[in-house]
């Protein structure tokens, strides 16, 4: 039965996202000009804070944001989309965390950020809200704050019934001591090559079609129960341990002209409808949705798709629930 408190809990990285449009991505040392500039709220936690709120899931958000011009914009927007801002925290000594992004005319982009109070997170930070952690329905973590409290994160949410679901993203290596504590991880097909990589396994054969399960598989063997791998405008891969099968998702067909967010459109969703009490599959149905109309809209937070949105275009492709 599903508790009406039941909340998802996303700790992350909040950032200001300055954006320039262009006609195509410069090559090093070259300048490209004619762009557009345009600014945003973004970082990943926020994002998929603002994704996990619109498709209907109570959303608390974690972080640490500077006093200052732009972190008031972040707490103010946030606020606005109803995510629960209680636990955010100020840091006078640290700027706010920035993102400058380009993006070329047909959606892809190149990205740098400058965490600022992002990685100032610390484990006394985590601690003084472990009760929140413990309580959560479903929790949400990505790597744009320290390894060492995504590390103390995870293992406070042990010690509740909480689904923990990393997003190794930007990816940097993880201990496989942390990796046993969660139970989903949703990298794209990048970031889990590199994972496994990471992990000393041998040498991979990229061209073999199986790769995405054979790789899924081995990694699954440290304790996850599903790896979700995002593989873009082809929809994702969901590996399920305890049947040792792979399924696919496509995504549907879509004029892409902001690939920005769209991965933590997926997650926000996917953690949402979990903590909703949708199975795994059909959370990944509504994910994958949701992202194939985020990137049809320029911004990160800007494009998450409400929940009526995702369920109309489900409807229209009569996209079958298990």
Request: hydrophobic share 40%.
């Amino acid at each position: 039965m599903l508790n009406k408190n039941s909340y998802v809990l996303i700790i992350g990285s909040s950032n200001m996202d300055l954006n320039i449009y262009s006609k195509r991505l410069p090559n090093p040392g070259e300048t490209v000009t004619g762009g557009v500039f345009r600014q945003f709220l973004g970082g990943k936690g926020a994002n998929q804070s603002v994704a996990s709120v619109r498709s209907g899931a109570k959303t608390i958000f974690i972080g640490k944001i500077g006093v200052d011009s732009f972190g008031d914009q972040m707490i103010s927007r946030l606020t606005n989309e109803g995510v629960d801002i209680t636990h955010i925290i100020r840091d006078p000594n640290e700027s706010s965390g920035v993102a400058f992004i380009l993006i070329d005319d047909k959606g892809e982009n190149m990205i740098s950020v400058a965490p600022g109070a992002n990685f100032k997170l610390t484990l006394d930070d985590i601690e003084l809200h472990s009760e929140v952690i413990r309580n959560a329905r479903c929790l949400v973590v990505q790597m744009e704050i320290p390894i060492e409290v995504i590390e103390k994160v995870f293992e406070i949410a042990l010690q509740g019934n909480v689904i923990k679901i990393l997003n190794p993203a930007p990816f940097k290596p993880i201990p496989p001591k942390v990796l046993k504590n969660i139970d989903i991880i949703v990298p794209n097909e990048g970031e889990l090559f590199l994972l496994y990589s990471s992990l000393g396994y041998s040498q991979l054969n990229r061209n073999d079609n199986d790769i995405i399960f054979k790789v899924s598989k081995e990694i699954s063997k440290l304790g996850i129960k599903y790896i979700i791998t995002t593989l873009g405008k082809k929809g994702c891969s969901i590996y399920l341990r305890q049947k040792e099968k792979n399924l696919l998702v496509p995504a549907p067909k879509v004029e892409a002209v902001d690939t920005v967010g769209a991965g933590d459109c997926f997650i926000g969703v996917l953690a949402s409808k979990l903590s909703r009490e949708e199975s795994i599959i059909n959370a990944v149905k509504y994910a994958t949705v949701a992202a194939s109309i985020a990137v049809t809209r320029r911004g990160a937070q800007d494009s998450m798709p409400f929940l009526q949105e995702i369920e109309d275009k489900m409807n229209k492709l009569n996209i079958d629930l298990d």
